[in-house]
């Protein structure tokens, strides 16, 4: 089967992590990795199948072309990625275990995504041969600019009849350009089909503050004309090393629906789960009909990415598949 | 106390596996060791005391040499082990985490102990000085000649008066050479006293099916004559990272008993616990009176390998006893 | 707010563990740090913000210029140790997983700081600007010439007015040099103010023997008449891998506090989790009124060390207090 | 200035190397890339900025994925890859130093690769859009599948129009499929513009025995129409770590000419130094008028790649352009 | 001997460097240590016995912690340090071997230390205890508050009669707030008395273009009226593993002095060479007599720390000693 | 071919070296080996073919069974070695390069093996199917047990034929325990055939001052009446990176021979390469007729022991051999 391209758009930093548990001020080396919100969705994607394509920029120095190449490597489309602009951001990661929270450093102002303009990206010629485009509330978090073009996107994507996915994502020490959550993302949320949000994220992006993703849920798709389905990961933090997740999922019209709750008991890197689940309900959308096996996959998928380093989710859909299935779970595969 | 030689028989492999959690896409180093079923259990009885001997054939090259000096390293007597053929065997590891299932990718085809032949071994003069002989259900699946081998091995071990024990191991991807293990294991397990397998072991290589281990044992006596003990650990997988292993042991006209339950929920490495079982098993009864001691040695040992780091047991009789006795354990020992 | 110092004395050795769960005998890397259980306070005092120095006496080649300024890394003022003497002792430890144990083999004797001598330090000029003194069993176990010194230390703190502290650590395999705890510990103890020590300590050092931590502080009371304070933190060893801490806290004349009991699962490193406990009582007795929440914060603190690689606590007040609120645990925090 | 594609074929094996300077005996892990001798001028290549295309075939498992993200990470077109076939080939490779040899042990027979069939690639199409076609004398000398497909690549290229060039790379222990390199290399040389070989190789494959390089191509061009070219990079080994690489370069017609000597004292990896200067010999002849300016860029090419680790060459056109002209070389470029 | 204290002001940065030969692309974890070219000299000084502090400015986060430590683990005063501001500047480095040049990235803007400014340093205070101050060519680059502030810094520590040493170092990249060097450095050098400065630097700093260093020195001393002391250390780059060095010293009214000359032919990291030389010569001019002997330390202490890894210079007065007198070179000292 | 054994004696101790060019103050692991310098002879010769036993004595803990593990690996016999007493000796070893020289740190004393004592070891037993017995002047140096065993072990030897070599290594450190070198060597060399001695070893250990070799050897011939062959390597230490090595070798009655100069200018470890030449010294001796023979093998070996990280030779004699006819020297051996 072959299926027309998912397209993302994001930033992707240069991800510096401390080997094993140790703190930022014991570790003599970093891991690196190259990652992303959006750039996450579109390789897991691309693993599962779906052709994806990501567009950003980076410095036209060696590690704005190492970022590229780690996404070339999982078979996500660079063409439309620009070089140029003052740097690569970078985040710090040290994790947590036990009673210990995992913490990050982010340093990414002045980056040469910040510097995206209005403009940049023909958004028509890169949404050819596509079907979904997908942004997070990272992205208009980081400058006027960047805001301007996924605005532009989304609009884009709408005349021309693609699925706009959005994962809010509301991160507080961003928004520092002079606009808030609450300026910005009504505009893009309106534009988009399937969103990915917690009660937390709806209150600080679209004012909704309720007691229960049921309630938000309705208050969303009133606001709301286009959006089909909100989805929403929960997470139980026990410790650092011990979460547990469950998936809810409602289509407009229809009731909440939950998913199995899984329980991670060893967890070897929790950042990129958010957009391991994300990825999971897109590829879900575009390949199930039933809602709740495209719930079941997006949890399931969540669930692999805790066991996973780096920020993005290696499996293949035949690993999460046999984990919705309740096959093969935690054995010796020969 | 000293002791009679315990004989094993077996292919060596290299074995691959990715640091930490990584899957094998991601991974820039491989870790190096050499092991394989029988081999480990050579190995863990020499650190138990009791001399051991392994009989393989590895490459004539700087691999099949490292091979050997790992064994010879925990005091295996090498002596036997012959130099040619093709390649050194080679299986690559992945560990899994939680949901996650580990992966072997096996690469042991036209290795040089598929190219072992009847009559390459004098197993009289092998077993000059030996009590015990242990094979695997592993090495007649290798090849024609493997098989001959071994069942050359376990006939002279019985004219010998050597005990002879056999770990049915069914392994469905090898077994490819033309036989079935329906056709080459019962003239095995005819020649053998001491029998570790499960329920799918009993079905896949001597047809008998059963829905439990008590009435397995009882057909599996009625059709194999010098069969004294059978026995089993079966292993709970409630994740990757957890597993819950208990030791299961019939005598001939006894009842079956049952271990304590080990619940092991950090594993380090599970591969190689089946053979730390066997281990336990052939040192226990080597050196034990009692069968509840035997199994409770066996279970305990293998409950220990799952910290351990690579294929082989490394845990002294110490260790294992103060397991057995719920002493000191899980404490920092000064 | 600026505080007064805290002076530690006793050893500092050179830690070499293997990594991972690696035996010490298939490690081809140890891990290298410098660690003491008084120093170890000194640091975790420093890194809350308590000025602290170390006394001890190491010696005159790199090691021990090494072991000094990780000191010093940590702001430790070093101006008080002095160099010379044999050798830095050594401590070797091979961390355990599940059931089974971690090991220490130490390789201590004819240190440097075993050589110290009565006279060796000018403790009235140490104690310039000081608050406090803390020490522990393990110095006087050492050697004739360390219980000297330490025993010069205590007395000199109480003529000055500086609190003292001691941490009982009754250890078997010392005390090689002709006296027992019994003989030296008492005089130690008379001076001290405040003391940790578990019923085991108890008995070793002093000939308490009771069977509740409530009857052994009363009776100690009895006893030492300078006491204000005895702690303790109870270990639950579920496993290696699993721990339960519970602090109590007995103040003169009133009833023995016991503090919350917290699981920690999935252990990183639990040596110095003591030290880790020790430090958070002083400084919760420097700056805290109320006696539960000075055993609120050590108990916090000694289990976040769990999560930290190496002997010292490198954590800070705001964690420790955030794990006390039960605020920010286990989470990612951006 | 877009080019069209160059095309190369050819085996890529999973590397495994021993860290630094170990021994095959010593070493407790290897260092793992993806690698081979025409799939490295084709990574080269796209460096350079030529886009290109591998074709070969990969066993359908974690390792051969791997293998292809691999190429795919440095943009080479992975669309004709073909997944299928028993295993891997992999090849063991130990650095030298001074005056002892780096060694390589090859494990590649049954792999993937060898099981390729005429007929599997349709050459008409994957020579669209492209220049040129890429082989050598490794991959006749595979299997007889093997040899068919390069013969059928170079004469449908030579069809097409491309230009062809050869990297004969005469390895005595391949070619145990029945035919010899004498029986099989010429009808390839005969289709082949531009050929990169040596006195032992000339001799080996075509039969030619001549004391100097210009004999050598002499004879060459008379017998072998179609040839336009013929190169040599020729190495002076005056120890494991210090190299002197000379290139040639003769023109049918003209003389040989030589390039300037590059001395490298401190070799980091050797290993497809023939590669990068085969990759900059079709570079320089796709971008350059002048024989004398190819020449000494494949050269400077060549010399660059002994400081890279791993197979691959790492380094752009500005970098050989500046060694070149002596510029920046060795300095630290901030 | 005690010695009054040398001051020192600049940043430090992250320094994020490639292991071994690894290029920017193919790394997967960077080495972390802290450095700037005037820390380098404060902790290189403090290494050979003199008491040295640094000024700077780190933002109040971990990574500001952790390099404020680094220079603490040295005994370098970090008293004087304040927290505070955007970012840490990182600098990314790829090791160069043979003709492959070394290559820095920098991404120092907005850091914490660029917002330095005037007012915010209370020199007076600072140079309490004090007999030299030092900077470098940097900082004014940085920004204008970091300008001001170095002025400040030169023009205090004339009117309390310390010596001021200035690294000139000129850095085309940098001076990028709309200020050249031509517009700044004079000011400063005017307060300067020991001078570290080659051709170009006296050109682009003081507009003085000469053919010989002897003539450059001729037309300092006549321009710069304080100025006593110029030196230079020639660096000859025969391969980025190969670079010789000499060490030039001209004191004002005497001829150019020229120190031996050190072949180092396996350089390990020549990152901060310039500032073991630097440091070499404060630490001569504040302990010996003898020019000669003055450049021949700074000149051996330049050539022993190309052997160092990392940017500063861990060797001691007595390594340095017995290069100059050619004891003990290159051996194995038991 | 089969060879009687070879018996060496001596202390073996765990070598623990800063990775790289790390200095002791810098380095977070050490790389973990055990050696020692009799023991690395019998390593040598055993890989060479000749079987070798070592006796030493080990502390009866986890370190003592690893380096017997060690030994046992390479396939030294390791039956008499005797566990007890207090502790394993350590070394720590930081590599130098260029200028920079190496250092070594002992920590030796009180080792288990300075406790062995005259009868613990049946020498006639040890020495049935032994040819020669080894030892050196680090043994009689430890303690004076130590001396008496080796003084046995030599008489034992002469008594039952053996011949017996000494490899004289004046240890200026070593010798505390109330005797001389001088005192103890001369009746151990008296009962020597074949001694490995600078200039400076005869002076110190025989009181032998003389400007030339040959010269040492003319006196040394007629005070040791049973010496038939004395032999030195030569060093010239260009820089810890670049040694010359040289053998020289005399037998009695004959001039000196000088072999082949061997430049190796980038050193991977110099460690052992004196015991390397002393056992392809011993090697030559027992396989070969011809003197030059002889000493251009164990030239060779030494030469190659450069490259070999670890204190052991790990070479064959096929490597030896072709580095003395200088084929296959410095190449890519596929």
Same mark, same amino acid.
């Given at each position: 089967?072959?299926?027309?391209?998912?397209?993302?758009?994001?930033?992707?930093?240069?991800?510096?992590?401390?080997?094993?548990?140790?703190?930022?001020?014991?570790?003599?080396?970093?891991?690196?990795?190259?990652?992303?919100?959006?750039?996450?969705? %579109?390789?897991?994607?691309?693993?599962?199948? &779906?052709?994806?394509? +990501? @567009?950003?920029?980076?410095?036209?120095? #060696? /590690?704005?072309?190492?970022?590229a190449?780690?996404?070339?490597?999982?078979?996500?489309?660079?063409?439309?990625?620009?070089?140029?602009?003052?740097r690569?951001?970078?985040?710090?990661?040290?994790?947590?275990?036990?009673?210990?929270?995992?913490?990050?450093?982010?340093?990414?102002?002045?980056?040469?995504f910040?510097?995206?303009?209005?403009?940049?990206?023909?958004?028509?010629?890169?949404?050819?041969?596509?079907?979904?485009?997908?942004?997070?509330?990272?992205?208009?978090?980081?400058?006027?600019?960047?805001?301007?073009?996924?605005?532009?996107?989304?609009?884009?994507?709408?005349?021309?009849?693609?699925?706009?996915?959005?994962?809010?994502?509301?991160?507080?020490?961003?928004?520092?350009y002079?606009?808030? %959550?609450?300026?910005?993302m009504?505009?893009? &949320?309106?534009?988009? +089909? @399937?969103?990915?949000?917690?009660?937390? #994220? /709806?209150?600080?992006?679209?004012?909704?503050?309720?007691?229960?993703f049921?309630?938000?849920?309705?208050?969303?798709?009133?606001?709301?004309?286009?959006?089909?389905?909100?989805?929403?990961?929960?997470?139980?933090?026990?410790?650092?090393?011990?979460?547990?997740?469950?998936?809810?999922?409602?289509?407009?019209n229809?009731?909440?629906?939950?998913?199995?709750?899984?329980?991670?008991?060893?967890?070897?890197d929790?950042?990129?789960?958010?957009?391991?689940?994300?990825?999971?309900?897109?590829?879900?959308?575009?390949?199930?009909?039933?809602?709740?096996?495209?719930?079941?996959?997006?949890?399931?998928?969540?669930?692999?990415?805790?066991?996973?380093?780096?920020?993005?989710?290696?499996?293949?859909?035949?690993?999460?598949?046999?984990?919705?299935?309740?096959?093969?779970?935690g054995?010796?595969?020969?």
């Amino acid at each position: 089967m072959t299926f027309k391209k998912v397209i993302t758009l994001g930033e992707v930093m240069l991800r510096l992590s401390t080997p094993g548990f140790a703190r930022f001020t014991q570790s003599g080396n970093f891991l690196v990795t190259y990652a992303g919100a959006e750039a996450n969705v %579109a390789v897991s994607l691309r693993r599962f199948g &779906i052709p994806s394509a +990501h @567009v950003t920029r980076f410095p036209d120095n #060696d /590690l704005g072309k190492a970022a590229a190449e780690t996404l070339q490597r999982h078979g996500v489309d660079c063409s439309e990625i620009s070089f140029g602009g003052e740097r690569l951001g970078v985040y710090f990661l040290e994790n947590g275990a036990d009673q210990r929270s995992s913490r990050v450093i982010y340093d990414r102002f002045n980056s040469a995504f910040a510097d995206i303009r209005r403009g940049d990206i023909n958004w028509k010629e890169v949404f050819k041969d596509a079907q979904w485009f997908h942004y997070t509330g990272i992205t208009p978090a980081i400058s006027q600019g960047a805001a301007d073009v996924c605005l532009e996107a989304v609009q884009v994507a709408n005349q021309l009849g693609l699925k706009v996915s959005g994962d809010i994502n509301y991160r507080r020490n961003l928004w520092q350009y002079g606009k808030t %959550a609450r300026d910005v993302m009504p505009a893009l &949320i309106e534009q988009t +089909h @399937v969103m990915n949000a917690g009660l937390a #994220d /709806l209150e600080n992006c679209a004012g909704i503050k309720m007691s229960s993703f049921a309630e938000g849920c309705d208050q969303a798709f009133r606001q709301f004309s286009k959006l089909e389905y909100i989805a929403s990961n929960e997470r139980e933090s026990v410790s650092s090393s011990h979460n547990n997740i469950t998936g809810m999922l409602c289509a407009r019209n229809k009731k909440v629906i939950t998913s199995e709750k899984y329980e991670i008991r060893n967890i070897v890197d929790r950042v990129g789960t958010g957009d391991a689940f994300m990825a999971g309900l897109v590829y879900g959308m575009i390949t199930k009909k039933d809602d709740e096996q495209v719930l079941a996959f997006a949890t399931a998928a969540c669930a692999l990415k805790h066991t996973i380093e780096g920020d993005v989710n290696l499996v293949s859909v035949e690993e999460v598949e046999q984990l919705v299935k309740g096959e093969n779970v935690g054995k010796l595969l020969r």
